[in-house]
């Protein structure tokens, strides 16, 4: 994969300069939209590479993913655990800079990278027949994309954001989430709908290589997970729309949406869990762990995942970043290191020295098989919606059995980690026997549902999944940390801070959005669906 993610506003800079060749001759063209206009070859399916590449993380050194999924939403949600003192997450300490991250500070984030291009695409191919396809993917891609920016957030720019270009509107106002929500759901249900496989064929798609029949499973799974969101505020809604979707989710594993990252191409494709977590811009590829407790849970439910994602001793004595191939994968061994552990001084940068350095090794870390480069970022699986299948099942008895939904869900959880590497494939008849040990039980049954959920999101290292479904649910309930100076008084953080740069950039706009916050505008403020 070698894609080019300005190639479409380069198209359009060369539709400029030809224009402006005969500025008097063509006056009428000159002062028409370039893109309504432009030459008949120009394709969208470019762009929608761009937005979906873009959402695995920014092109721009990983900093939404560093600071968003990693260094908040994976120690907040204890999946990992860290003593890196930057790493703000882990102590609940508020660092504006960071949970501003995933917005966008400066040219990054998602507004920018992936909200301006995927609006692009929607508003290009509206009513274009030949682009049939392309438009309802992209309608589904960018309500992926502002559902998590909602969930991070609340209140957003959602109906005017990225419209700058095409009315002119350069200050957005923030919708309410509720609102949101609603067109969401209305979205994603018409485009799922108008998907047809004899039309056109979408080129640009790096997800399903323009597989039709998967994108349709995939717009009625993510239909399900937004609809679940809303279990607490809008019950009715939620299980209108969880209703609507059955038997039209996802069947197998073999629907799993994830982007196969191509590090032989641009650096963009890299995977951008891995690059943070092999330390490219700090010491997290030696003093970032698997949190205890998410091992203790694999360890004391004998989870067959166990030994397959977590290593012990993983780097070599130096502090080196070559992996030794000496690591410890043994199930028996492996350790999560606590989160808010205070070692009473800061990591030095030179690990062989550091005199800390000796207990690292024995705190169990990712796997290298789930850090490679040209590895893979998972979107939305089967095990995943199979699970909240099993929710809607036992919260209102439709769609048949919750104890089936939630065995296929944990089954296809164990089993769906060769995307990562053919070797950590795990057979069906090892799930079957964990199954036996580890059956479902109604009166339990959300607790049970919502832990495998956690296990699963993190698993795909999707952890801003994690913090919105445990935000959701509650399940599993986590023992906050309690650190000195934390910003929360020692609860776990709700809900990401507007960035401060709102202010001044989008001032009365800001102002109200911030305002109206349930609990106020910061850490521990609520979304509209978070509702106690």
Same mark, same amino acid.
């Given at each position: 994969?070698?894609?080019?993610?300005?190639?479409?506003?380069?198209?359009?800079?060369?539709?400029?300069?030809?224009?402006?060749?005969?500025?008097?001759?063509?006056?009428?063209?000159?002062?028409?939209?370039?893109?309504?206009?432009?030459?008949?070859?120009?394709?969208?399916?470019?762009?929608?590479?761009?937005?979906?590449?873009?959402?695995?993380?920014?092109?721009?050194?990983?900093?939404?993913?560093?600071?968003?999924?990693?260094?908040?939403?994976?120690?907040?949600?204890?999946?990992?655990?860290?003593?890196?003192?930057?790493?703000?997450?882990?102590?609940?300490?508020?660092?504006?800079?960071?949970?501003?991250?995933?917005?966008?500070?400066?040219?990054?984030?998602?507004?920018?990278?992936?909200?301006?291009?995927?609006?692009?695409?929607?508003?290009?191919?509206?009513?274009?027949?030949?682009?049939?396809?392309?438009?309802?993917?992209?309608?589904?891609?960018?309500?992926?994309?502002?559902?998590?920016?909602?969930?991070?957030?609340?209140?957003?720019?959602?109906?005017?954001?990225?419209?700058?270009?095409?009315?002119?509107?350069?200050?957005?106002?923030?919708?309410?989430?509720?609102?949101?929500?609603?067109?969401?759901?209305?979205?994603?249900?018409?485009?799922?709908?108008?998907?047809?496989?004899?039309?056109?064929?979408?080129?640009?798609?790096?997800?399903?290589?323009?597989?039709?029949?998967?994108? *349709?499973? &995939?717009?009625?799974? %993510?239909?399900?997970?937004?609809?679940? #969101? =809303?279990? +607490?505020?809008?019950? @009715?809604?939620?299980?209108?729309?969880?209703?609507?979707?059955?038997?039209?989710?996802?069947?197998?594993?073999?629907?799993?949406?994830?982007?196969?990252?191509?590090?032989?191409?641009?650096?963009?494709?890299?995977?951008?869990?891995?690059?943070?977590?092999?330390?490219?811009?700090?010491?997290?590829?030696?003093?970032?762990?698997?949190? *205890?407790? &998410?091992?203790?849970? %694999?360890?004391?439910?004998?989870?067959? #995942? =166990?030994? +397959?994602?977590?290593? @012990?001793?993983?780097?070599?004595?130096?502090?080196?970043?070559?992996?030794?191939?000496?690591?410890?994968?043994?199930?028996?061994?492996?350790?999560?290191?606590?989160?808010?552990?205070?070692?009473?001084?800061?990591?030095?940068?030179?690990?062989?020295?550091?005199?800390?350095?000796?207990?690292?090794?024995?705190?169990?870390?990712?796997?290298?098989?789930?850090?490679?480069?040209?590895?893979?970022?998972?979107?939305?699986?089967?095990?995943?919606?199979?699970?909240?299948?099993?929710?809607?099942?036992?919260?209102?008895?439709?769609?048949?059995?919750?104890?089936?939904?939630?065995?296929?869900?944990?089954?296809?959880?164990?089993?769906?980690?060769?995307?990562?590497?053919?070797?950590?494939?795990?057979?069906?008849?090892?799930?079957?026997?964990?199954?036996?040990?580890?059956?479902?039980?109604?009166?339990?049954?959300?607790?049970?549902?919502?832990?495998?959920?956690?296990?699963?999101?993190?698993?795909?290292?999707?952890?801003?999944?994690?913090?919105?479904?445990?935000?959701?649910?509650?399940?599993?309930?986590?023992?906050?940390?309690?650190?000195?100076?934390?910003?929360?008084?020692?609860?776990?953080?709700?809900?990401?801070?507007?960035?401060?740069?709102?202010?001044?950039?989008?001032?009365?706009?800001?102002?109200?959005?911030?305002?109206?916050?349930?609990?106020?505008?910061?850490?521990?403020?609520?979304?509209?669906?978070?509702?106690?």
């Amino acid at each position: 994969m070698k894609t080019n993610i300005f190639k479409q506003y380069s198209v359009l800079a060369m539709i400029l300069v030809i224009l402006s060749a005969s500025c008097t001759k063509d006056f009428e063209k000159i002062n028409t939209d370039p893109v309504s206009y432009g030459p008949n070859n120009f394709d969208p399916n470019y762009t929608l590479t761009s937005a979906q590449l873009t959402y695995t993380g920014s092109i721009d050194f990983s900093y939404d993913t560093w600071r968003g999924n990693l260094i908040y939403c994976s120690t907040m949600m204890q999946g990992l655990s860290t003593v890196v003192s930057y790493w703000a997450g882990d102590k609940y300490m508020l660092n504006e800079g960071y949970t501003a991250a995933y917005w966008g500070n400066g040219a990054v984030g998602a507004y920018i990278e992936q909200v301006r291009p995927v609006v692009d695409v929607v508003e290009f191919t509206k009513g274009q027949q030949k682009y049939n396809n392309v438009h309802q993917i992209a309608r589904i891609w960018k309500a992926l994309i502002f559902a998590r920016l909602t969930d991070l957030y609340g209140d957003v720019p959602y109906f005017q954001a990225g419209q700058g270009y095409y009315t002119s509107v350069f200050n957005p106002k923030y919708d309410s989430q509720q609102a949101i929500y609603t067109d969401l759901l209305k979205e994603v249900e018409e485009a799922t709908n108008a998907l047809n496989a004899s039309n056109d064929k979408v080129t640009g798609d790096v997800i399903y290589k323009g597989d039709i029949e998967k994108w *349709k499973r &995939f717009g009625n799974s %993510l239909l399900l997970r937004l609809a679940m #969101r =809303l279990v +607490k505020v809008d019950e @009715t809604t939620a299980k209108n729309y969880a209703t609507k979707v059955i038997g039209k989710t996802m069947t197998s594993n073999a629907d799993d949406a994830f982007l196969v990252h191509d590090t032989s191409g641009d650096r963009v494709t890299q995977n951008r869990n891995s690059q943070v977590l092999l330390g490219d811009g700090g010491q997290e590829h030696f003093y970032v762990k698997w949190s *205890k407790t &998410f091992i203790d849970l %694999l360890k004391n439910t004998a989870d067959p #995942r =166990l030994g +397959k994602i977590a290593v @012990t001793k993983l780097y070599l004595s130096d502090g080196s970043k070559n992996q030794n191939a000496s690591f410890d994968a043994n199930p028996a061994v492996q350790k999560g290191m606590p989160n808010g552990k205070d070692l009473g001084a800061v990591p030095s940068q030179n690990v062989s020295s550091d005199p800390f350095y000796t207990t690292m090794p024995d705190y169990s870390s990712p796997h290298p098989n789930m850090l490679k480069r040209n590895g893979v970022t998972f979107i939305l699986s089967y095990a995943q919606t199979e699970l909240l299948l099993a929710e809607a099942a036992q919260r209102w008895a439709i769609g048949g059995s919750a104890a089936t939904h939630f065995s296929n869900g944990v089954k296809a959880g164990i089993t769906g980690l060769a995307p990562y590497d053919a070797n950590m494939a795990i057979p069906a008849t090892t799930a079957d026997t964990y199954l036996l040990a580890n059956a479902y039980n109604a009166t339990t049954g959300l607790q049970q549902i919502n832990t495998q959920y956690w296990l699963q999101s993190n698993i795909q290292f999707d952890f801003y999944e994690t913090w919105s479904n445990w935000r959701r649910t509650g399940f599993p309930a986590l023992t906050p940390v309690v650190f000195p100076g934390n910003a929360t008084n020692g609860t776990i953080p709700r809900r990401f801070p507007y960035p401060v740069e709102e202010a001044a950039k989008n001032g009365v706009n800001y102002q109200a959005a911030s305002s109206a916050v349930i609990g106020g505008d910061k850490l521990t403020g609520r979304v509209w669906w978070d509702k106690q």
